[in-house]
């Protein structure tokens, strides 16, 4: 062997001693990579590797033998697979280039989730410590408001009943209507405490629907003297119900059976409940004028 051939095959084995680093460079890559199409194409540039690693040391030893023939044959070989390997480089560079792409867009969307998370979470917050402040307001506003209303309420009272025969029936008038004016608020304002009192204690207590009801007679006890309504109340179910909205709802019902009355006949009013596809069904039959 000459020179030239010593160089060929000293430029081959350094080929050959390259694409064994690259081989197990790739290997590195690839246990990283967790994309299944991907891998795909990094395990072929590896396999393709692996044939250039067995073509150099082919035309290395072709060479040492003075092969020339099968050394050209080699060479066109290497060549071809080389330019298919380039191709699937370039591809599997791009397929990786679009994965890393996609991976910083979900992080950077998971990234604003979370912060849009933690700016709702202290929005929330903010929130619920002015709708405190305002029903602490409410509330105490609410709360000192009856005072001076049951005031009121007392002094028209108490001249109506101090100065009856002595003054004329326009006086009379505005005196009641004074007293019905400042009862109406008071029950605003009973109401108002009532919402506000239902929105701290708004939870499920197991309650005996007949005591509520009971409850509900004596509170519009005067409204029954007045109109003297027949109510049946047959036997009711102990459930899991929040007692305050519920006894609000029994008051508004049977109120709108004795109020929106046919005034030629008796108030007839049944309240009943039964069980009915796993749920507890009310009624509420009157004889009332209904709905026009």
Same mark, same amino acid.
């Given at each position: 062997?000459?020179?030239?051939?010593?160089?060929?095959?000293?430029?081959?084995?350094?080929?050959?001693?390259?694409?064994?680093?690259?081989?197990?460079?790739?290997?590195?890559?690839?246990?990283?990579?967790?994309?299944?199409?991907?891998?795909?194409?990094?395990?072929?540039?590896?396999?393709?590797?692996? &044939? +250039?690693?067995? #073509?150099?040391?082919?035309? !290395?030893?072709? =060479?040492? *033998?003075?092969?020339?023939?099968? @050394? %050209? $044959?080699?060479?066109?070989? &290497? +060549?071809?697979? #080389?330019?298919?390997?380039? !191709?699937?480089? =370039?591809? *599997?560079?791009?397929?990786?280039? @679009? %994965? $890393?792409?996609?991976?910083?867009?979900?992080?950077?969307?998971?990234?604003?989730?979370?912060?849009?998370?933690?700016?709702?979470?202290?929005?929330?917050?903010?929130?619920?410590?002015?709708?405190?402040?305002?029903?602490?307001?409410a509330y105490i506003s609410s709360?000192?408001?009856?005072?001076?209303?049951?005031?009121?309420?007392?002094?028209?009272?108490?001249?109506?009943?101090?100065?009856?025969?002595?003054?004329?029936?326009?006086?009379?008038?505005?005196?009641?209507?004074?007293?019905?004016?400042?009862?109406?608020?008071?029950?605003?304002?009973?109401?108002?405490?009532?919402?506000?009192?239902?929105?701290?204690?708004?939870?499920?207590?197991?309650?005996?629907?007949?005591?509520?009801?009971?409850?509900?007679?004596?509170?519009?006890?005067?409204?029954i003297n007045e109109s003297n309504?027949?109510?049946?109340?047959?036997?009711?179910?102990?459930?899991?119900?929040?007692?305050?909205?519920?006894?609000?709802?029994?008051?508004?019902?049977?109120?709108?059976?004795?109020?929106?009355?046919?005034?030629?006949?008796?108030?007839?009013?049944?309240?009943?409940?039964?069980?009915?596809?796993?749920?507890?069904?009310?009624?509420?039959?009157?004889?009332?004028?209904?709905?026009?």
């Amino acid at each position: 062997m000459n020179w030239f051939d010593y160089l060929t095959i000293s430029l081959i084995l350094v080929g050959a001693l390259i694409m064994l680093y690259a081989i197990v460079s790739t290997k590195k890559i690839l246990a990283i990579i967790q994309t299944l199409k991907i891998r795909k194409t990094w395990i072929l540039l590896i396999v393709l590797m692996g &044939i +250039f690693f067995i #073509g150099y040391l082919v035309a !290395a030893g072709l =060479v040492i *033998t003075d092969n020339k023939n099968l @050394v %050209a $044959i080699v060479t066109g070989f &290497i +060549f071809c697979f #080389g330019a298919v390997f380039v !191709a699937i480089t =370039v591809h *599997t560079g791009h397929n990786t280039i @679009v %994965a $890393i792409q996609k991976l910083y867009k979900t992080s950077e969307q998971a990234k604003k989730l979370k912060e849009a998370k933690k700016e709702l979470v202290n929005k929330n917050r903010e929130l619920l410590s002015k709708n405190l402040e305002l029903e602490q307001f409410a509330y105490i506003s609410s709360h000192d408001l009856q005072e001076p209303i049951r005031t009121v309420t007392s002094i028209a009272e108490l001249l109506g009943k101090q100065y009856k025969g002595k003054l004329d029936e326009n006086t009379y008038k505005l005196i009641h209507f004074l007293t019905e004016a400042t009862t109406r608020m008071s029950k605003l304002i009973k109401g108002l405490l009532e919402y506000l009192r239902i929105g701290r204690e708004i939870q499920l207590v197991k309650t005996d629907c007949n005591e509520i009801a009971n409850l509900v007679l004596e509170d519009l006890s005067k409204m029954i003297n007045e109109s003297n309504p027949k109510i049946h109340i047959e036997q009711l179910p102990v459930i899991n119900v929040y007692p305050t909205l519920f006894k609000q709802l029994f008051q508004n019902l049977i109120t709108n059976a004795i109020k929106f009355r046919n005034k030629d006949r008796e108030v007839l009013l049944n309240i009943s409940a039964e069980m009915e596809n796993g749920h507890w069904k009310f009624s509420f039959k009157d004889n009332g004028i209904g709905i026009p």
